[in-house]
């Protein structure tokens, strides 16, 4: 059974780099056909797509934040992880990674809440 | 950025009772590339129906999708205790990925 756990900094300060990390076990990132994914989620909010690592690694970033976004695969440690640069108050979510392919986002870690607050 | 518009907002009905919940995609989802999930508070997302009609592993059959052109809709046939939630549509036929802003199913 495929599972996906993300860990990282849950506070981190206006204006300094998000750094959050998906460990993927029970299958392999470099599994073909599948994109590696961030979402998030504003306290009482809907979901927002940040972007993925294809497993071939390339990558696709929302408009909205792509100037701020880097996502990449650390294959070695069946991995992938999410930077965000500048962050504000209004990046104050819960954080998802998830699994996406043919049949949508099929499998999701639990998520973890990130406040940026000094 | 093909822009997803559900409705209701808010949906109150009562356990047995029909929901049918709605997604209008702003334009043609290739492939009808278009997935449902249900939230509930504290949880991640579940992948309830895929491709716009395909029932996801070990979703209850009272579970289902349908389309009609850029209309998309999933209907939950006789709702349950525990099928009072957050539901959300999703498209993933183009980048970038875009979510609709959810319908709450809640008890009435």
């Known amino acids: 059974q495929l599972q996906l756990q993300e860990s990282g900094s849950g506070l981190v300060k206006p204006s300094q780099t998000l750094s959050l990390t998906c460990t993927v076990s029970g299958g392999s990132i470099n599994s073909g056909g599948y994109s590696w994914s961030w979402i998030r989620q504003p306290p009482g909010k809907g979901l927002e797509w940040i972007g993925y690592?294809?497993?071939?690694?390339?990558?696709k970033y929302n408009p909205s934040l792509k100037s701020r976004v880097t996502i990449s695969a650390d294959r070695s440690k069946n991995q992938f992880s999410l930077k965000l640069t500048s962050v504000t108050a209004a990046d104050t979510a819960v954080y998802y990674c998830a699994r996406e392919g043919t049949e949508g986002l099929d499998y999701w870690g639990q998520g973890t809440l990130v406040t940026v607050s000094s | 950025e093909i822009v997803l518009t559900q409705s209701p907002a808010i949906l109150s009905l009562s356990p047995g009772e029909r929901a049918t919940l709605s997604c209008g995609a702003s334009q043609s989802v290739t492939s009808n590339y278009l997935a449902w999930y249900q939230q509930k508070p504290g949880l991640a997302p579940r992948l309830l129906i895929y491709d716009a009609s395909s029932r996801a592993t070990d979703i209850p059959d009272r579970f289902s999708g349908s389309v009609s052109g850029t209309d998309f809709t999933l209907t939950i046939s006789r709702l349950e205790p525990e099928d009072f939630a957050v539901y959300y549509c999703h498209q993933y036929t183009s980048s970038p990925r875009t979510f609709g802003q959810g319908t709450k199913v809640e008890i009435k």
């Open positions: 690592v294809y497993y071939s690694g390339s990558t």
